[in-house]
T-cell receptor
Framework: DSGVTQTPKHLITATGQRVTLRCSPR?????VYWYQQSLDQGLQFLIQ???????AKGNILERFSAQQFPDLHSELNLSSLELGDSALYFC??????????????FGPGTRLTVL | EDQVTQSPEALRLQEGESSSLNCSYT??????LFWYRQDPGKGPEFLFT???AGEEKEKERLKATLTKKESFLHITAPKPEDSATYLC?????????????FGTGTKLQVIP
């Protein structure tokens, strides 16, 4: 158990809909990362937040957005869903200090199925 | 653009048959290289961080090494429980950000 929690575990929805995925980082971790993992593309970095502020952006679509709240939990919002958005969505957290990289601890993931 | 390439894509070993997985990378301003293990349907599990060329780290049957262009994950006398997908990731500075790029992984199967 990494200490990172994600809800829900599974989500089934229809095209055109909007969903929200939730992540709670490990206690003490200030940084949250979101990843998408599909069968044909591997693990794709979407976005990172550090202490409430956006820190890095990867291949995140404009239909997707995220935020990190004062209690450090994060939400990933996916809208106008398409079939191709079906994937495993992982959240990871790390401490992230100024001059050091801390390894990321991954949650169990949310499996999104768009029908 | 940062690139991480892992080879082979899949590897099948007999129990006890040692081998190496490769991760080659092209990044500017490497801050760290990481190895993760991922079991099916689960989140990646951290194994190692390497920061500079020449560095080596070991954990049980696994040993990770780093050069200026690639990293190797050596598996000595593997057991069936080592079967998993092994992911390599690099962290680099990108326009004021710290960005992480993952490879697509090597799927390892160890046969009893």
């Amino acid at each position: 158990d990494s200490g990172v929690t994600q809800t829900p575990k599974h989500l089934i929805t229809a095209t055109g809909q909007r969903v929200t995925l939730r992540c709670s980082p490990r206690s003490g971790d200030l940084s949250v990362y979101w990843y998408q993992q599909s069968l044909d593309q591997g693990l794709q970095f979407l976005i990172q937040y550090y202490n409430g502020e956006e820190r890095a952006k990867g291949n995140i679509l404009e239909r997707f957005s995220a935020q990190q709240f004062p209690d450090l939990h994060s939400e990933l919002n996916l809208s106008s869903l398409e079939l191709g958005d079906s994937a495993l969505y992982f959240c990871a957290s790390s401490v992230v200090q100024a001059a050091l990289y801390n390894e990321q601890f991954f949650g169990p993931g949310t499996r999104l199925t768009v029908l | 653009e940062d690139q991480v390439t892992q080879s082979p894509e899949a590897l099948r070993l007999q129990e006890g048959e040692s081998s190496s997985l490769n991760c080659s990378y092209t990044v500017s301003g490497l801050r760290g290289l990481f190895w993760y293990r991922q079991d099916p349907g689960k989140g990646p599990e951290f194994l190692f961080t390497l920061y500079s060329a020449g560095e080596e780290k070991e954990k049980e049957r696994l040993k990770a090494t780093l050069t200026k262009k690639e990293s190797f994950l050596h598996i000595t006398a593997p057991k069936p429980e080592d079967s998993a997908t092994y992911l390599c990731a690099v962290q680099a500075r990108s326009g004021g950000y710290q960005k992480v790029t993952f490879g697509t992984g090597t799927k390892l199967q160890v046969i009893p």
